[in-house]
């Protein structure tokens, strides 16, 4: 057995992972045909859970897959957090089920993947490697938690051949858009911006979370060419809460933590740290 909490809910049910198995021809797996969702775990309780669960409404509807029914994601969700006492990240994954060795879709009986990954915050000071590859802002699955996430993969992994933990990523407009799993907030003249979804990034929960708690966040589209008059950049998501990035490809930000990071730091721990709301 893994350090992955031991059980798994696949299929209805909670099973030791070593059973936990999917069919070859789940188009999960064939074509990447599903959608899922990373929450933190706090103590064993899921972190904002509802904001969670409608994104992955959203997932869903965007790809027409129907979603699980409420009160099975509920169980499944509750079962496996419950089984793993301390921290770590929930995965919860609805695929399109079996279905043909190819993009066409059966009759379709989704299967609902609910695990724990271990885990700790990446909230230190990090580098960023811009790729050469965009986002399509106008394609079907932007903005959509999809399980085809071999993009990402392949960006990360050259961000890291690089010494960077996280790639940038501009859109087909030439604009700012996210990191593999991450959002991105630049400061540029003194303004901490972030770029819009219509750029085609995800609609992070900590993204979301942050702009509201700093209430002063400008959405607006960033050119790539204007990442060199950063002087701070930050990244959010689920695993990273908001960590300071200290360098893009390999040329220093003028600070790290600047002014503008340390307040989000601050504001982020204020309302969503030890002992606030866990559902906010
Ligand atoms: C592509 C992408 N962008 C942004 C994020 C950040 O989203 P969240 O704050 O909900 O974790 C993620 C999360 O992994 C992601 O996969």
């Known amino acids: 057995m893994s350090d992955r909490g031991g059980v798994v809910w696949i299929d209805g049910r909670l099973v030791d992972e070593a059973s936990a198995t999917v069919p070859y021809d789940d188009h999960g797996i064939t074509v990447g045909d599903g959608a899922f969702e990373t929450i933190k775990l706090v103590d064993g309780t899921p972190f904002a859970l509802r904001r969670h669960l409608a994104r992955l409404a959203r997932s869903l509807d965007a790809l027409r897959l129907p979603p699980p029914q409420p009160d099975d994601l509920a169980k499944a969700i509750d079962a496996v957090s419950s089984a793993h006492d301390g921290d770590g990240f929930l995965r919860v994954t609805v695929t399109g089920g079996r279905g043909p060795l190819g993009s066409p879709r ?143 490809n390999g040329t220093p930000l003028a600070e790290c933590p600047g002014p503008h990071t340390v307040r989000a730091r601050a504001a982020w721990l204020g309302a969503f740290g030890p002992g606030t709301p866990l559902d906010p």
């Open 106 to 248: 059966g009759d379709v009986s989704p299967r609902l993947i609910v695990a724990v990954r271990p885990g700790q915050l990446m909230d230190e000071p990090t580098d960023v490697e811009v790729v050469p590859w965009t986002r399509n802002e106008r394609g079907a699955l932007a903005g959509v938690k999809s399980t085809s996430y071999a993009e990402n993969v392949v960006a990360l992994a050259f961000a890291r051949e690089r010494g960077a933990t996280e790639a940038l990523l501009g859109n087909n407009a030439g604009n700012l858009c996210e990191g593999t799993g991450s959002n991105v907030f630049v400061v540029i003249d003194d303004e901490l911006s972030t770029p819009p979804l219509s750029s085609g990034c995800l609609a992070g929960v900590n993204r979301e979370l942050l702009m509201e708690v700093l209430g002063d966040v400008v959405e607006r589209d960033v050119p790539m060419t204007d990442l060199e008059r950063a002087t701070e950049l930050f990244l959010t998501s689920t695993a990273r809460e908001v960590q300071p990035v200290r360098a893009i």
